[in-house]
């Protein structure tokens, strides 16, 4: 072999190597939560793809802990190498359970969410600090053939109560696309929380009327979050109307 040829192996060689040393980038599993949908995360996507992170946003059918954090599970088995799971609103409680055993989940990120503790339910937590103004802007509940009921936003208050933020034009589509959740899952008691065992970050509004901002930090607290973000007059959907925000912290999550 010339001495060329011999550099040029090396060189590729070395290539080579340093790119198996490289640590695959995390894939994004991203949950939404009660009234919203799966496009609630567009704009936060589009940063990461950017990026060059593989993104998976899981439609969340909101229909009880424990059974939409199996789904969660099945699609976090389906995964090939490290994952950042993150979840908004309700789904924070989604991923807290849905993480328990998956060895490939290395961070949870919650947006505006939930981060219950074993036998605790989202309600118990919106209810537990003053500022929350939910209950006064859901529409009369859907009964269901099975006894629960669905509960939704009117569609005349969503703007105020879900998105303050996000101009008029695209919470009008948000408020007739909007996903109900069951009031049983609202009720339903959380299991052993992921938090425990793995970091957690967490983004909020201090203008959420879902959930109040008082809440959102104390959760953020007692699950020793490593970085927690709070954006001055952001609404519930902070990853729809401050996606940059949210996108960087769960690029610091996958980090």
Known sequence: MSNLAMTIFAAATLLSG???AQPASPTIVLVHGAFADSSSWNGVITRLQKNGYKAI???NPLRGVANDARL????LSSINGPVVLVGHSYGGQVISNAANG???VKSLVYVAAFAPDAGEAAADLAGKFPGGTLGEALAPPVKLAGGDVDLYIDQEKFHDQFAHDVPTDATALMAVGQRPITEAALTEKS????WKS???YFVYGDGDKNIPAEALGFMAERAGSRRTVVVEGASHVVMVSKPE???DLIEDAAK
């Not at 969660?72 to 699609?75: A, G, M």
């Not at 299991?191 to 992921?194: I, K, L, M, T």
């Open 18 to 20: 340093a790119a198996a």
């Open 57 to 59: 946003a899981v439609a």
């Open 72 to 75: 969660v599970s099945d699609v």
């Open 102 to 104: 998956h060895d490939n």
């Open 191 to 194: 299991g052993e929380p992921a």
């Open 198 to 200: 793995l970091p957690s």
């Open 245 to 247: 925000i949210v996108a």
